[in-house]
């Protein structure tokens, strides 16, 4: 029969219709998004072109430039330098196209050159192909091709020619101006866009608050100002560097002598834009103009070489510094983004990829319901230390768990890993043991992980004195000081009945997760040169506790990290003292319950809350002799008169 205790009530959970209307609505919108790419696409470059302009008429303005003259100056500087740049690289593109027949012949040569080297497989596998292609193409035996004859004699075949009418006028003006319709419109609403955010700046972002929620004028501002700040950085930024990385590559192509080197620097820096493959695609035209232009294969070593030298500089080494603070985006977000948004704008989405994705990335993080585009699509660390330790525990991982300490202990001791990573962990654990969502199999994971883990750590060493002393002087806060002071802490003296034998007794209160921080306090108390062990979950069973060896046994530490009312641990001192009349209790409270009252608790017994630290000291300074000797009435607290 089973036990009455041990059986939870279970409840139906019913299924919302949240996630059905935020799948339905995520879907609505990627619609629209790709349908209405036509218009949605220059209004989109319309706004991250403002975000870029918008901190030069803020400038003017600060200079008493009417909103309207800066707005126009902004404007007309801004667009004269694109169509400037543009019809340079249409002359660029005019020259070089005049000039490939002289290429021809040269790349012709290297081709064969390069063909001649090879083994002859890719010929004689080309053949092969030809040869399988002309079999299937072969007419079927017996079959006849449909041929127009005469129906009025035995005549022969009767060619028949096709000729389309010569266009006229119309038609041709029509076919030149065709292809440029859709380029002309889109940069006619870009310019209009953006000339009209620049002037109604203050109107937009006062309707966008209105949008977005009047009665929370705090969080929608903090969005808007963080969303135009990130953005107009990192524009400003990528388009200096962007700019400067083109020049540098135009100056060495020029330098090396490949033609139309401005053409090629302009191409760099635009293609830079797109994250990742921007680079390498703009390195592919140059490299293929150098090996039709020089006979020899120097120019093209050399531009490969401009490549392979200048990117890696400027975008492992110059780049991080220039912009400081990083675009706030996951790598894997930006390849995802990247191909999201290819996939749904073509190569314009692929260069507003970035910035669309930062600023789902701010919506995320000031509204609600938007959280998980932070989670999924921020550069901030998924799960706190301690949730990834604890979810390693449940994976039985305990690589990643070791990695993890070695780098935290590289600058915080021991027993702070111990306290904000291991026992908040512990806490997170039982966490869901209440709720019932940890049983005792996944609770015996945990257990063993942390006994791995404190296995893994007996050898460890902190930092020596002379290691830390220019890193405490230098402490950014009190907190990291006090860790590092900590760290080379020397015990103190103590009576040769405390360093002798295990004379501390770390036991667990309740069950396997209290076995665990057990475990932990017991390892953190023989560092202290005081002996020390830890008994099972089950030490204070009947059958454990008669069989307890006590021989040198000082103090015994009652570890809890599950909760424990004042009436259980009441009982569990008494069992202990029928045992060991003489001994030290110390009742450590480890958990994130609210704080027991002192006088709950048995009278002849210590308390020591929240923190192993906590604990450890009043350890050492039971075993230095100077805490209060147990055993006596605890003090009231009286209120002062008047």
Known sequence: MPDPLSMRPTRSIPVSGATLTSVLLGVI????????????????????????LSPLVGLLKR????????????????????????????????????DLPRYQSTLREKIQTLRGAGT???????????????????????????VLRDSRGPGAPIP??????????????????????????????????????????????????????????????????????????????????????????GIGLALIGVPSAPLWGMLAAILRFVPYIGAPISAIFPLVLAAAVAPGWTMV?????????????????????????????????VIVSATFWTWLWGPIGLVLSTPLTICMVVLGRHVDRLKFLEVMFGDEPPLTPAETIYQRMLARDPVEAAEQAR?????????????????????????DAERGLLDNERQEHVRDAVADIVEDLLSHQDKTEAVLKDETENAET?????????????????????????????????GLLDEAAARMLAHLVEREEIGARAEPADALSMSRISAWDTTGVALVCLCYVEDATPAQIRYAVRRIRRKTPDVIILVALLGRSPQIDAQALPADAEVAQDSLRATIDKIRAIA?????????????????AG
């Open 120 to 146: 002859g497989t890719l010929e004689r596998a080309s053949e092969v192909l030809q040869d399988l292609s002309k079999e299937i193409d072969k007419p079927k035996a017996g079959a006849t091709s449909p």
């Open 63 to 98: 200079w008493y430039v009417p909103r309207g003259i800066a707005v126009a100056i902004v404007a007309l500087a801004a667009f004269g330098a694109i169509f400037g740049l543009g019809a340079l690289m249409v002359s660029q593109v005019n020259e070089l196209a005049g």
């Open 160 to 249: 028949v020619e096709v000729r389309q009418p010569d266009p006229g006028a119309l038609q041709t003006v029509a076919t030149l101006i065709a292809p440029l319709i859709h380029p002309l419109t889109t940069t006619g609403i870009v310019i209009i866009f953006v000339i009209f955010i620049l002037g109604q700046h203050q109107d937009l972002r006062n309707r966008l608050i209105r949008l977005a929620g009047a009665q929370d004028l705090q969080r929608t501002t903090a969005a808007l100002d963080e969303a135009g700040e990130r953005l107009s950085r990192l524009f400003l930024t990528q388009l200096g560097f962007n700019a400067v990385f083109g020049l540098v590559i």
């Open 301 to 333: 070593l050399w531009t490969a070489a401009l490549f392979l030298v200048v990117e890696p500089i400027a975008g492992h080494l110059i780049e991080p510094l220039v912009y400081g603070r990083s675009s706030g985006l996951s790598p894997v977000a």
């Open 624 to 640: 230095g002799g100077s805490a209060e000797k147990p055993g006596l009435p605890r003090p009231t607290m009286v209120r002062a």
């Open 478 to 510: 009190p907190l990291a000081r006090l860790d590092k002071v900590e760290a080379r802490r020397e015990p103190a003296d103590l009576p040769a009945q405390w360093r002798d034998g295990k004379p501390v007794v770390c036991i667990p209160g309740v």
């Open 407 to 431: 780098s935290f202990l590289r600058e915080k001791p021991l027993v702070a890993y111990y306290d904000e990573i291991l026992l908040e962990g512990l806490r997170l654990a039982q966490a």
């Open 29 to 52: 919108v990627v619609a629209a998004l790709y349908f209405g790419r036509d218009v949605l696409v220059p209004i989109a470059l319309a706004i991250l072109l403002s975000f870029v």
